[in-house]
């Protein structure tokens, strides 16, 4: 008997899913795994022009109507980080597995209620964490696993642009996305040296954000989308943080999209008491017979992130298997964000219970 279909349906078709999650469920159709049954969004121009371009047979302005009239196996939800919790929530009751971009949610609080209805409903819940799935990122986890490192006591993860708020979307407005540069572009190294590291419980974080470019028109911020009214922009550019875990495990995170930095800086440091291993060039550093070493990697097989963990969750729901991106690791992550801001506001350390 032939394999039954899943069934997908994408809340949210700006430019995240039209780029990339849009094109990894069609390729995933064409192999006859799932079919893409209907999109939806609230701009008439994004929800017509994926659903022509993606020959979704069914669109919808409201994600409500959607879930009320149709059985879904997958819910994709690409909206704006506000509407993370109600589509997730609304996605889970009606019984889809359901995975949603980064960040999972505004606040801790609402990555609870997204677990407590994953739970509840006995569906799956991942978040789009996609670096996790990068053919270079998995190679450090796998020498990780391997002890290659020994034990982890430190990590450093930076993301620096010098000029690169995004113009399209509302990314800069905290009502809507919670917070700037931390969450749109910090999530992802914080997530990754996190997971890297082992996912150690965190237990304290200090941090500082800053708004020092966002809301000036004399930005130079030309290569990234039509700008936003400069008013508008009340979130931060620029964040760093020391961040505590048990064990005496710390991680340094920096972030920015716009500094007076000489160029673009992606880089990650994790230190063992055996090796560390740092990116951009991938290395792992040690020492052996009175001698000092770096291993390079010269060449790794590409996987493009985004696709790969689409095509990882249609087989963690194809084949009941657990999720890479596990929702309570996707909680302390934004617990540590809630606490780097409280830290923030009230220049003090914030523990994390
Ligand atoms: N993983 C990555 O590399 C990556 C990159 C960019 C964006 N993102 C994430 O993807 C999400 C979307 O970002 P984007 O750049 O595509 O933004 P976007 O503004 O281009 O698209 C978001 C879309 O969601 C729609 N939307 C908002 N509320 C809705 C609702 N209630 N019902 C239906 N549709 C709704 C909007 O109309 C818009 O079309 C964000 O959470 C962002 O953090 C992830």
């Avoid at 022509?52 to 980080?81: G, Q, R, W």
Wanted: contains cysteine; proline residues 5%; hydrophobic residues 40%.
């Amino acid at each position: 008997m032939a394999k039954r279909k899943l069934k997908v349906g994408v809340i949210g078709v700006g430019a995240i899913a039209q780029e990339v999650h849009l094109p990894a469920w069609k390729e995933l159709e064409a192999e006859g795994r799932v079919e893409l049954a209907a999109v939806c969004d609230l701009l008439p121009e994004n929800l017509n022009k994926a659903a022509k371009e993606y020959e979704a047979p069914k669109k919808y302005k409201s994600f409500k109507k959607m879930l009320n009239e149709n059985n879904f196996d997958i819910i994709d939800v690409c909206t704006h980080n506000r509407c993370h919790c109600p589509a997730v929530v609304a996605a889970l009751n009606a019984g889809a597995h359901t995975m949603v971009e980064k960040p999972m949610a505004m606040s801790a609080k609402e990555s609870r209620e997204m677990i407590k209805a994953s739970k509840a409903n006995k569906r799956k819940l991942m978040t789009g964490q996609h670096m996790r799935f990068e053919t270079a990122n998995e190679k450090l986890k796998e020498l990780v696993e391997r002890g290659d490192l020994g034990q982890i006591y430190y990590g450093q993860a930076q993301y620096l642009r010098r000029r690169g708020i995004p113009g399209w979307g509302k990314f800069h407005i905290k009502r809507e996305s919670l917070g700037g540069a931390l969450i749109d572009i910090g999530v992802h190294v914080l997530d990754l040296a996190f997971w890297l590291m082992g996912c150690p419980k965190p237990v304290a974080a200090s941090g500082k954000t800053y708004r020092m470019f966002g809301d000036r028109d004399d930005l130079c911020n030309a290569d990234w989308g039509t700008p936003y009214p400069p008013k508008e922009f009340d979130v931060e550019d620029y964040a760093s943080a020391i961040i505590r875990f048990e064990k005496g495990i710390t991680l340094h995170l920096e972030v920015s999209w716009a500094a007076n930095i000489p160029d673009h800086v992606e880089s990650l440091r994790i230190l063992g008491d055996k090796a560390g291993i740092s990116t951009n060039p991938l290395q792992i550093s040690s020492y052996e017979n009175d001698a000092l070493t770096s291993k390079h990697f010269d060449w790794l097989p590409e996987k493009k992130g985004h696709r790969e963990e689409i095509r990882h969750f249609t087989e963690c729901v194809e084949k009941d298997l657990p999720v890479r991106v596990k929702p309570e690791e996707s909680l302390q992550i934004q617990m540590i964000l809630d606490a780097i801001y409280e830290s923030s506001r009230k220049n003090k350390e914030i523990r994390i219970k």
